[in-house]
């Protein structure tokens, strides 16, 4: 119940694109959904997140879509860049606690 | 300013030895956390720290592994009589308790490999 699952495992794209990562839950506990980029030797960092309250979130390209009913949860980058390659791990947490993390998807965007 | 810093960057060590891992997280941050990220995964919880004490060690994998918080501020990660398992990247993050979203700041990890 605790798992997080995430697909694709790798997605390539070309320059200007929208790559769509897809993740899914069982815990309905969970109560913040954070994204988050990783580059090669760099630590994660927090790209965008939302709560099960709504239905989308927009930060710039990168976009949100959240199905409570079907506990699943959407990354989508628009116009996508090269410089957005990089590995991106949805993850979930309840009670501001530890994050449990999808297992990553490593996106290669082409010019 | 600073964000969470990490040492040693990389440590190579041998099998049966001790090592720690040092973290540094972001001045005022009240909560520490320790993951471990193998090849090609996603992060995986160890513990965290809410002040000085672990709010949660549910993830240590074995009693070898131990951290230590005590002043509130820096973590030690220590691990007994290591094994090749244990080979991975050691993430730290840091997050100020308090706010709605409970925001964690990675550190850039150590890289921990067991000959």
């Keep these: ?111 | 300013g600073a964000g969470v810093s990490q040492t040693p960057s990389n440590k190579v060590t041998e099998k049966g030895k001790y090592v720690e891992l040092r973290c540094d997280p972001i001045s005022g941050h009240t909560a520490l956390y320790w993951y471990r990220q193998s090849l090609g995964q996603g992060p995986e919880f160890l513990i965290y720290f809410q002040g000085t004490g672990a709010a949660d060690d549910s993830g240590l994998p074995n009693d070898r592994f131990f951290a230590v918080r005590p002043e509130g501020s820096v973590s030690t990660l220590k691990i007994q009589r290591t094994e090749r398992g244990d080979s991975a990247v050691y993430l730290c993050a840091s997050s100020y308790q308090g706010t709605s979203n409970n925001e964690q700041f990675f550190g850039p990890g150590t890289r921990l490999t067991v000959l």
């Design chain 1, 1 to 111: 119940q605790q798992q997080v699952k995430q697909s694709p495992q790798s997605l390539i794209v070309q320059k200007g694109g929208i790559p769509i990562i897809n993740c899914a839950y069982e815990n309905t506990a969970f109560d913040y959904f954070p994204w988050y980029q990783q580059f090669p030797g760099k630590g994660p960092a927090l790209l965008i997140a939302i709560r099960p309250d709504v239905s989308e979130k927009k930060e710039g390209r990168f976009t949100i879509s959240f199905n409570k009913s079907a506990k699943q949860f959407s990354l989508h980058i628009m116009d996508s860049q090269p410089g957005d390659s990089a590995t991106y791990f949805c993850a979930a947490t309840f009670n501001t606690d530890k994050l449990i993390f999808g297992t990553g998807t490593r996106l290669q965007v082409f010019p």
